[in-house]
Structure formats: C-alpha cells, structure tokens
C-alpha cells in the first residue's frame, strides 16, 4: 500500500460504529488502536474516558509502534473513500500533514460543506478531524495537545506556523453524518467556532488566516442571505466567538444530535 509504515489512530466517544470501524480498518490492510469512551473487548481497542478529543489524541501516542513514519486519524462514524489517494502526496518528501474534506451524507451541513470546501481548496482555514495524515516525527514536536474544542484545525494551524507542507486531498473523500437539523446545526457551528478560536490563540498560522478569523463576526452576517440554515449558521459562529470571548478553553463538548 505505501513504503512508509503506517498506523491509524481511531477516535470514539462511545462504541457504536466501532464494529465497522474495525472491519473497514481490517480491509484497508492498516494496523491501528481504536481508543473509545466505553469499554469494548477487542484486542486494538483501549477505553480512555471521554475528555475530548485531544486528550484521545495524547493519550493514543503511546500505542503507536516506535517505526512508524505515518501516523493516521480517523473518527470512527465514518467511511473513507479512495484512502490510497492520499498517500501519494507523502512523494514529496516536503509534505507533512495530508487531511481529506467530508462529505456530510445528509442535514444541513451538506451546503455549508459545498461552500466551505471551496474555501479551503484556496486557504486552510480549518482541519478536518475525519481524516488526516501526518509524518511521525512532526507530530511529535506539537504533543501534547492543549485542551481545545478544535483538536484538528490546532494540528493543522501548527503544521502551518512550523512551514510545513499541508495538502487538501480532494480525491479522498470521508462519508460522515453530522447535525440532521438546522437547531442542532447552530450548536455544532457554536462548538467549532469556539475550537477554531482556542487554535488560534495556541498557534500563528499564516496572517491571511488569521485576517479571515479577525474579520469573520463581520462578514457573517453575510450567511443571513442563505435563509434559516444561514441564520443558525450565522447564529452559532456568533455564539461560539462569544463563548470564547469568555473564557471558554475547555476542549470537551456534549454530543450534539
């Protein structure tokens, strides 16, 4: 599958998808941990007690075999299609950290999505916790991570302030479901926004980024124009650049539906 010696890095807050977790693991060759929030008899599952993600990605590194050069994360409730495209990019020996867009499957963040990935196709402005890949040795010099709601997007920006080499790799796509409606959106966009703010503060990624992060409460008023999903979209940003405004630096959240 690839000269480097890989190892995937599976994020569970409880067990349900695990199942096929490890028979989509399984079938895509990979050896890897699946570190989950309830305790599952497996020989590559390790329960550790939701605290967030970054605590599952701290925790995780000592599972890691010590020859591993590719160290890959993936959220369990996903299904990642075409994973071969992205290690194509690991050629260029400059690349370190390789993240592929989700495909929401169905709710309202299927449009935010479509736009959003435009977006990124030009600047990284956020990371995508479904699926990354990145080289061994740079993650060891950014761990342990602090607590932050935004785990992907704080590796991502630190990739960026150390002058590594970021691809979007579009030809991998990760099927994944999140908020089915637009009330629940607005607390999703509210949790990611405070994420995204808590990154910022722990790293320097490039000043295009972080003009777009200074100006973003003025120009999302713009996402009124979208009607309701807009509203909610708008509502949540809104909230979450207050809830970080406040103090918020915890990196857990409650499981929104």
């Known amino acids: 599958m690839s000269r480097y010696k890989l190892f995937a890095v599976i994020l569970a807050r409880d067990a ?26 497996h020989k590559n599952v390790v329960y550790r007690p939701p605290k967030g993600k970054y605590d599952a990605i701290n925790y995780a590194i000592q599972f890691i075999p010590k020859d591993v050069e590719i160290v ?3 959220d369990v409730d996903t299904k990642i299609i075409n994973f071969q495209a992205t290690l194509k990019y690991f050629e ?10 989700e495909q929401v499957i169905e709710g309202p963040q299927i449009t935010f999505y479509k736009l959003f990935n435009k977006m990124r196709k030009l600047v990284h402005l956020a990371g995508s916790g479904e699926l990354f890949l990145i080289k061994r040795e740079i993650l060891e010099k950014i761990l342990p991570l602090k607590p932050c709601k ?33 009330k629940s959106e607005e607390a999703y966009r509210r949790k990611t926004t405070t994420g995204v703010y808590q990154a910022l ?15 973003l409460p003025i120009l999302s008023p713009l996402l009124l124009f979208l009607g309701r999903k807009g509203y909610y979209w708008f509502k949540g940003i809104i909230e979450g650049i207050i809830d970080y405004s406040r103090g918020d630096r915890s990196g857990f959240f409650q499981k929104i539906e």
């Open 16 to 41: 349900r998808y695990v199942k096929e977790k490890i028979e989509e693991m399984e079938s895509l060759g990979l050896p890897f941990v699946i570190v989950c929030g309830e305790k599952v008899e």
């Open 72 to 74: 890959i994360f993936n």
């Open 92 to 101: 260029d020996p400059e690349v370190a950290l390789v993240y592929a867009p």
């Open 150 to 182: 935004g785990e992907d997007t704080y590796i991502l920006f630190k990739m960026l302030e150390l002058k590594q080499k970021v691809v979007l790799c579009e030809e991998c796509m990760v099927l994944t479901k999140r908020t089915k409606n637009i």
């Open 201 to 215: 503060a722990y790293t320097n990624p490039p000043a295009l980024v972080k003009l777009f992060y200074i100006f």
